[in-house]
T-cell receptor
């Protein structure tokens, strides 16, 4: 089945720094999703990518769908304390229809003020 | 996108007992998904719940341990049966609605003592 390799596992950064995390897969995805999870909450969608090569921004967040369809990255610019949380990449388990998601292992982000 | 109300938000249960988690969606959806998130881990799919048919379980999850009901297109329950401390996790429901994408409940944080 589809598997996602997400890195880094954790990051400690200073407030104001930029952050980059990525996901790779051995198989092709038609959709890449990036979620953020705050403590005690469910994941919240940050950015959805639907086409190879697509570059999408959401405020200080930018994500790209790799040309090979086997990778994606998420960048956060000028980090702030509320960026703290766990970031997950995800994609549909099967590349057609309404299927459940498979998730990367997550990147735990800590921001030092 | 759909709005999901998940209950309870958290519970502390005695080993050997069972807990039923409910998810109510504000619109009709064909499929609902149940995930488990063990401490410090990513989300793992337990099963897919379709209305009018038995749930489809992923490898490592069985109906006797995690019975699921799906009585209509807006509601589902997941029961964690005969609980042990290893069942302590966050349990999340999720739905997908075409272009609206995937939505998650806020999760149920279960602690088994």
């Amino acid at each position: 089945g589809q598997q996602l390799n997400q890195s880094p596992q954790s990051m400690f950064i200073q407030e104001g720094e930029d952050v980059s995390m990525n996901c790779t897969s051995s198989s092709i995805f038609n959709t890449w999703l990036w979620y953020k999870q705050d403590p005690g909450e469910g994941p919240v969608l940050l950015i959805a990518l639907y086409k190879a090569g697509e570059l999408t921004s959401n405020g200080r967040l930018t994500a790209q769908f790799g040309i090979t369809r086997k990778d994606s990255f998420l960048n956060i610019s000028a980090s702030i304390p509320s960026d703290v949380g766990i970031y997950f990449c995800a994609g549909p388990k099967v590349n057609s229809g309404n299927t459940p998601l498979v998730f990367g292992k997550g990147t735990r982000l800590s921001v030092i003020a | 996108s759909a709005v999901i109300s998940q209950k309870p938000s958290r519970d502390i249960c005695q080993r050997g007992t069972s807990l039923t988690i409910q998810c109510q969606v504000d619109s009709q959806v064909t499929m609902m998904f149940w995930y488990r998130q063990q401490p410090g881990q990513s989300l793992t799919l337990i099963a897919t719940a379709n209305q009018g048919s038995e749930a489809t379980y992923e490898s490592g999850f069985v109906i006797d341990k995690f019975p699921i009901s799906r009585p209509n297109l807006t509601f589902s329950t997941l029961t964690v049966s005969n609980m042990s401390p290893e069942d302590s996790s966050i349990y999340l429901c999720s739905v997908v609605q075409g272009a609206s994408g995937y939505t998650f409940g806020s999760g149920t944080r279960l602690t088994v003592v």
